[in-house]
Nanobody
Framework: QVQLVQSGGGSVQSGGSLRLSCVSS????????MGWFRQLPGQERQGVAV???????NYQEYVKGRFTISQDNAKNTLYLQMNSLKPEDTAMYYCAAVTGGCGLGPLTVSWYRYWGQGTQVTVSS
């Protein structure tokens, strides 16, 4: 059973930076897709950034140039470095994973099978 445990997040002023971490365990498939999603109150969860087992990345347009997704395979850890944060980035952030690759819709919520517990990111103006 794949498990994802998140850490990081918190509160920061506009223009600041935060880093999210997600430690995974229980993988048996060498091909996978992992990513970060976010959900604002009353809104649907949306994809932010994903990376596959070959290192290919996909970013939502509104975070390009500000957020960077990376992974440390030795530590089984996925990261999301968030710079130049804006108040509209305030949301609950989730780590997600699926075995077998990213498919045709890497930022599609329904593609992912495993989810972290979520962590709140709050950006004040």
């Amino acid at each position: 059973q794949v498990q994802l445990v998140q850490s990081g997040g918190g509160s920061v002023q506009s223009g600041g930076s935060l880093r999210l971490s997600c430690v995974s365990s229980g993988y048996t498939d060498k091909r996978y897709c992992m990513g970060w999603f976010r959900q604002l109150p009353g809104q649907e969860r949306q994809g932010v950034a994903v990376v596959d087992s070959e290192g290919h990345t996909n970013y939502q347009e509104y975070v390009k140039g500000r957020f960077t997704i990376s992974q440390d395979n030795a530590k089984n850890t996925l990261y999301l470095q968030m710079n130049s944060l804006k108040p509209e980035d305030t949301a609950m952030y989730y780590c997600a994973a699926v075995t077998g690759g990213c498919g045709l819709g890497p930022l599609t919520v329904s593609w992912y099978r495993y989810w972290g517990q979520g962590t709140q990111v709050t950006v004040s103006s």
